[in-house]
């Protein structure tokens, strides 16, 4: 069964504070992972998809990074309005594409 | 562009009663799809259109859950007769055919369900 395990549960920064989001999967052969943002009273937004191990994906202060067993998401010099609860996703090769997410990690970014 | 909307955003029922929750996908997407966040627990996904089509519904809890998309475009979700553990926020999420299953989806805000 694919499992995924964030960490850590919670975070929270200073602004200006920089720091790594865990996510580690289990999986029967790796299709794809994937990061979202969701922000309070709303649904995840898509970030970033991860295919390969050392594949690198960056947007504004974020960098998603993977290897064969977890996925980072550093975040560099965090603002307030990165604060937000970040989803990470695998889905399996082959069977069925249904995504597994990890819980997620709730990150607070103080002014 | 409207994104994806669901109706309503919050609902609160008895035990034993009705509620149908409603989905608006992004016009055009052919893909859409109904989650479920249980609290304290992980999104899991409940089922998948193609179009009016149930492609995979085997994430659905069980019988007193029925899942509609008449002619392709808007999906309900009917649950009956509610019960406790069907607390939780069903989420919908749409795409495009064709596009990387999933991956390439967008969010509806989601309905808070609260059983009592």
């Known amino acids: 069964e694919d499992q995924v395990t964030q960490s850590p549960e919670a975070l929270r920064l200073q602004e200006g504070e920089s720091s790594s989001l865990n996510c580690s999967y289990t999986?029967?052969?790796?299709?794809?992972l994937f990061w979202y943002r969701q922000d309070p009273g709303k649904g995840p937004e898509f970030l970033f998809t991860?295919?390969?191990a050392g594949e690198e994906k960056e947007k504004e202060r974020l960098k998603a990074t993977l290897t064969k067993k977890e996925s980072f998401l550093h975040i560099t010099a965090p603002k307030p309005e990165d604060s937000a609860t970040y989803l990470c996703?695998?889905?399996?090769?082959?069977?069925?594409?249904?995504?597994?997410f990890g819980r997620g990690t709730s990150l607070i970014v103080h002014p | 562009e409207a994104g994806v909307t669901q109706f309503p955003s919050h609902s609160v029922i008895e035990k034993g009663q009705t509620v149908t929750l409603r989905c608006d996908p992004i016009?055009?997407?052919?893909?859409l799809y109904w989650y479920r966040r249980v609290m304290g627990k992980e999104i899991k996904f409940l089922l998948h259109?193609?179009?009016?089509?149930?492609?995979?519904e085997s994430g659905m809890p069980n019988n007193r859950f029925l899942a509609e998309r008449t002619g392709g475009t808007y999906s309900t979700l009917k649950v009956q007769p509610a019960e406790l553990e069907d607390s939780g926020v069903y989420f919908c999420?749409?795409?495009?055919?064709?596009?990387?299953?999933?991956?390439?989806?967008?969010f509806g805000q989601g309905t808070r369900l609260t059983v009592v």
């Open positions: 016009s055009g997407h052919d893909n």
């Open positions: 999986v029967s052969g790796l299709r794809g």
């Open positions: 999420a749409s795409s495009q055919l064709g596009g990387v299953a999933n991956t390439e989806a967008f």
């Open positions: 259109f193609v179009k009016e089509s149930k492609q995979d």
């Open positions: 996703a695998v889905q399996a090769r082959g069977g069925s594409y249904i995504p597994t």
């Open positions: 991860l295919y390969s």
